[in-house]
């Protein structure tokens, strides 16, 4: 469903992605952990292409995109609509409601015409337990509420893969649960995710694989159980004990 | 065209106006900015009628009432006072708004961790939140003075000898409407330059010894 | 005391009226203005640099110069090369030139305030650069724009006494013309004053209420 070849980005003399390569199933969730800085927002960003690589090659189910050439614009609609993406800051649009929210693109985008566009929006928000919000907007709801209206934002878009990019790290933990449920029944759905977390429990629990990076690489990866539990990599075995003695 | 001499008169009047009218506003904006943020009520109540009041009548018509009304009834004011009285008048109206806006971006956990140290009331105020207001300040101070330049323009209406005026009579007399007026013009926006360049200056050394 | 109010009483139809031109000339500018900003603001923000470098030129030429000789080069300008207007089509021009430059740089601003993250979301979602624009940064940056153009169109409310100077029977050139007849000039200003603060005060307070409810809603 999604492979990445031997991807490359920096900043000016700071290498962000040293040549990352991945190839993730389709109804695979893959959970992404690491220290802060190791690269993994920066993957996840550059596979719907908000940032730009500086070369490698991205294919996300039959959109291929090959760098450092031009990207044509359609190229970029295609990979966009393919893949969903949920932000740590969720960034709803505040002057929308929620209803709007997560139907304007379908309009815009898809084309669906506004009953088709409510109807389904209507059952996304029913899926993420808030059809009572829909006349409300942004700025009245919680943060978990937020991030579970951006999820059925993206999921509007009727993607085939969905990125979620710290989701729950904006949040206070116990909002955050909400937002997990969501993700949980979306995993078992069969969804294709890419998880960038700091939730270890989530990444035991609902993941197929975790991928463990830092200094703009991967550095171990394989089954949750075995990565977590009893790592290889020394530096992951440090990344571990931070986090759970925290 | 218009002498050179002329012109360089004309350039030093547009100076004095704005100077002085800018230095009475920023001397009186802070009497009036202790009022405004004062304990009392009523004496808070009413600086900021004041304060509106001063700020949302025309300035030219302040200059008015200075040269052809106050001037004429109690006491006689050539042009040029009565310009920079009208303008400094105003400006300190602006100018205490613009120090309100300052003490008030100082956070107050600055003053409780002053009080922590046993900082007196006077102490609190001179060394911990003027400093800190001041850097504040300066970009909108400094934007106000541009601000103040072009309206010192507003002299000319009442006979003072400064850039528009002579810009104006060059124009009547020459016959040509638009050159002395575009050199107007581009005289103010360089007479507005080196305060746009100060503001830049000071602000990035003030942040970098009050960074906030 | 009861003369004062009797001559304010007599002065005030005149008054009235001119504080109408007033209010007219500030409402023409700002509609030719508003637009004229937004283009400007867009027009700076050119990828072609000759566009951007003249739009910038114009911005900083509407806002450096005193209204006053804008105001001037318009009314004793355009005639000398052959264009004559109205007065008060002279006084929308200067005005609506100001206007324009001001208020393309508020706008500039704001479209650069609203937060990157909803233009990231937009762009995820598929959303092309004129949707983008469309249904995201012009409502998100209008928002933020509103104080800030309400307080402009205060002070252009009282640049308009400017044009008095171009013999446009506004507000303060019919407190002139009743000052020069009668001498009672402090009294006719006071009260041209009052009119005009009958105008900035309330807008003065709806934009600071605003301000606070806008700072609310985005929160």
Redesign the interface.
Same mark, same amino acid.
């Given at each position: 469903m999604i492979s990445v070849a031997n991807l490359k980005k920096s900043y000016g003399d700071h290498t962000v992605l040293d040549g990352v390569s991945i190839e993730i199933q389709r109804g695979e969730v893959v959970a992404m952990i690491g220290p802060s800085g190791a690269g993994k927002s920066t993957l996840l960003r550059c596979l719907?292409l908000?940032e730009r690589p500086d070369s490698g090659r991205i294919t996300i189910g039959d959109t291929v995109v090959d760098l450092p050439a031009k990207i044509p614009?359609r190229t970029l609609?295609t990979l /966009?609509?393919t893949?969903?993406?949920v *932000?740590q800051?969720f960034?709803? *649009?505040?002057?929308l409601s929620v209803l709007r929210n997560v139907s304007? &693109?379908q309009e815009?985008?898809l084309g669906r015409d506004a009953k088709a566009a409510h109807q389904r929006s209507m059952e996304l928000l029913e899926r993420v337990g808030l059809a009572d919000k829909a006349g409300s907007?942004p700025?009245r709801l919680s943060g978990g509420q937020q991030q579970r209206i &951006?999820i059925a /934002?993206?999921l509007a878009?009727e993607p085939e893969v969905m990125l979620f990019d710290e989701p729950t790290s904006a949040l206070d933990p116990e909002l955050g649960l909400d937002v997990l449920a969501v993700m949980r029944e979306l995993a078992a759905s069969g969804m294709t995710m890419v998880v960038v977390t700091h939730e270890i429990h989530f990444a035991q629990d609902v993941s197929d694989r975790v991928v463990m990076m830092a200094d703009g690489g991967i550095i171990e990866q394989g089954d949750p159980a075995q990565v977590l539990s009893s790592p290889a990599n020394p530096r992951t075995q440090r990344f571990l004990k931070a986090v759970i003695d925290r | 065209m218009i002498p050179l001499d002329v012109l360089g008169n004309a350039i030093v009047m547009t100076v004095v106006i704005t100077v002085s009218s800018f230095l009475i506003g920023a001397i009186l904006g802070v009497p009036l900015v202790l009022l405004r943020t004062s304990r009392f009520g009523v004496v808070r109540v009413l600086t900021r009628a004041l304060i509106d009041v001063l700020r949302g009548v025309p300035p030219v018509v302040w200059i008015f009432i200075l040269y052809f009304g106050v001037s004429s009834d109690v006491i006689k004011l050539d042009p040029l006072t009565a310009a920079i009285g009208g303008l400094g008048v105003i400006s300190c109206a602006y100018l205490a708004e613009i120090y309100r806006g300052g003490l008030l971006s100082v956070h107050a956990g600055q003053t409780e961790a002053a009080q922590a140290l046993g900082f007196g009331q006077v102490g609190i105020f001179t060394r911990i939140v003027a400093p800190q207001a001041f850097r504040v300040c300066l970009p909108s101070a400094a934007t106000y003075g541009i601000g103040l330049l072009k309206d010192s323009s507003l002299a000319s209406t009442i006979g003072v000898a400064e850039i528009a005026f002579r810009a104006t009579a060059q124009a009547r007399s020459g016959g040509d409407g638009i050159t002395p007026f575009v050199i107007a013009g581009v005289l103010y926006i360089a007479l507005s330059m080196p305060l746009a360049y100060l503001s830049r200056t000071l602000d990035t050394k003030l942040r970098m010894k009050v960074s906030v | 005391m009861n003369g004062l109010i009797e001559q304010w009483i007599d002065w005030l139809p005149s008054l009235v009226d001119g504080l109408g031109v007033s209010v007219q000339l500030a409402v023409v500018s700002l509609l030719i203005g508003l637009p004229l900003g937004l283009a400007e603001a867009l027009l700076v923000a050119s990828p072609n640099r000759i566009v951007r470098w003249i739009t910038l030129a114009v911005v900083e030429f509407g806002r450096g110069t005193p209204t006053l000789v804008l105001l001037y080069l318009i009314y004793y300008g355009l005639p000398s090369q052959g264009l004559v207007l109205p007065a008060f089509g002279s006084a929308v021009v200067a005005l609506s030139f100001m206007t324009g430059a001001y208020t393309s740089e508020i706008i500039r601003a704001s479209l650069q305030a609203v937060p990157r993250g909803l233009v990231e979301a937009a762009a995820a979602l598929g959303i092309n650069r004129w949707g983008t624009f469309r249904f995201i940064l012009f409502p998100e940056g209008i928002r933020i724009a509103i104080p800030a153009l309400m307080g402009f169109a205060i002070q252009l409310f009282q640049t308009t006494s400017l044009v008095f100077l171009i013999t446009l029977p506004e507000l303060l050139s019919r407190a002139y013309s009743i000052g020069s007849t009668t001498f009672q000039y402090t009294s006719v200003l006071a009260l041209a004053g009052v009119l005009y603060l009958l105008v900035t005060l309330p807008s003065g307070w709806l934009a600071a209420l605003l301000e606070k409810r806008m700072g609310r809603h985005l929160a």
């Open positions: 719907n908000l614009v609609e /966009r609509k893949a969903g993406m *932000f800051s960034n709803l *649009f505040p002057h304007l &693109a815009y985008v907007y700025a &951006a /934002r993206a878009m | - | -």
